[in-house]
């Protein structure tokens, strides 16, 4: 019903995107489009559902389009840090907090800290990171460095790791 109803808005303003379904989510809703949704789409969306009169406009989020989850790696940091301590999250989240190569990031998880071999005293450092459906800011954070301490960190970037939700709205 919603979705030839939100079809027909978005053809009204001669739009290039139509819903092909609508699946609830826990506290939202989720409407897959045949591709991205320009925000003039999100902006008819927005009208629509606020005409309805059983949602409380202020307990609603404003539409906005799903995101993706990249995955980087961080390397060139030691394992057994200088004061004789193993490398840990909280560490990593520290460092990212202060550095400007990670303002405008968000970690959809805590950062992963492993030994890079058994016999190495590197680390290696997965992060996952909430970003755009292009992955602009991972694209931004690839083959950058930054200061860990008295280490030069580079970041890598690296395949998805399987069994994890890759949809912001889900996650919640």
Not at 45 to 55: A, D, G, L, T, Y
Not at 65 to 74: A, C, E, G, R, T
Not at 160 to 166: A, D, R, T, W
Request: proline share 6%; charged share 15%; hydrophobic share 35%.
């Amino acid at each position: 019903m919603y979705v030839g109803l939100i079809n027909g808005l978005l053809r009204s303003t001669k739009s290039n995107t139509c819903s092909e379904f609508i699946k609830p989510c826990p506290g939202s809703i989720s409407i897959v489009t045949n591709n991205v949704s320009a925000p003039s789409d999100l902006s008819i969306v927005k009208k629509h559902f606020k005409s309805i009169n059983s949602i409380n406009e202020d307990e609603s989020l404003p539409p906005h389009l799903s995101q993706s989850k990249p995955y980087l790696k961080i390397t060139g940091i030691l394992f057994i840090q200088p004061n004789g301590n193993k490398l840990t999250h909280e560490d990593i989240i520290n460092s990212i907090q202060y550095s400007t190569l990670f303002e405008m990031v968000s970690l959809a998880s805590k950062p992963r800290v492993i030994k890079a071999l058994p016999k190495s005293d590197m680390a290696i450092v997965w992060i996952d990171i909430w970003d755009s459906q292009n992955s602009s800011k991972a694209k931004l954070l690839v083959n950058h460095s930054f200061n860990f301490s008295q280490y030069i960190a580079t970041i890598r970037g690296t395949n998805m790791n399987p069994g994890i939700l890759q949809c912001h709205n889900c996650w919640k």
